[in-house]
C-alpha cells in the first residue's frame, strides 16, 4: 500500500488468499491509510453518505485514566471498533440515550466492562 505525495490516492495490491484474522488485519491498515488521506474525514456525516451499519452488534465500555471512557462496537465485518471519549463526550451520549430511550429493565449489556467474562450476546 503507497499513499501518493499529495495524499489523494493510495495504491493498494491485494492479490491473496486471506483468513478472517488476515482481513481484520487488512482492514486496520486501510483504516490508517485513509487517516492520512485528504480530504480528511469529514467532521459530521453527509446526509448523503452510504454507511456500513450494524444492528444490535455488542458492545463493551470501560473507565480510562484522565477523564476518559473507551467504547467499542462490535460490527460483523469490521471487528471490534475501539472509540475513546472524553467524559464530556460520553455524558452527551449518556444524556441523549436517557433522553430518548424509554425506561426499562437493564440490558444485560448496560453494565459489561472489559474483563469482566464473555461478552452477552
Known sequence: MNL???KRTARISIDADLKAADLETLLVKLATLRSQMLPAVPSAPR???T???QEDGGMAVQPLPED????LLQH???????FILHVNQA???RDFLVANIPASDPSPLASYEIGGGD???
Open 4 to 6: 501518493s505525495d499529495d
Open 68 to 71: 476518559r471512557v473507551q467504547l
Open 76 to 82: 460483523a465485518g469490521f471487528g471490534w471498533l475501539s
Open 51 to 53: 454507511f456500513s451499519s
Open 119 to 121: 461478552l452477552p450476546q
Open 47 to 49: 446526509l448523503d453518505a
Open 91 to 93: 455524558s452527551v451520549l
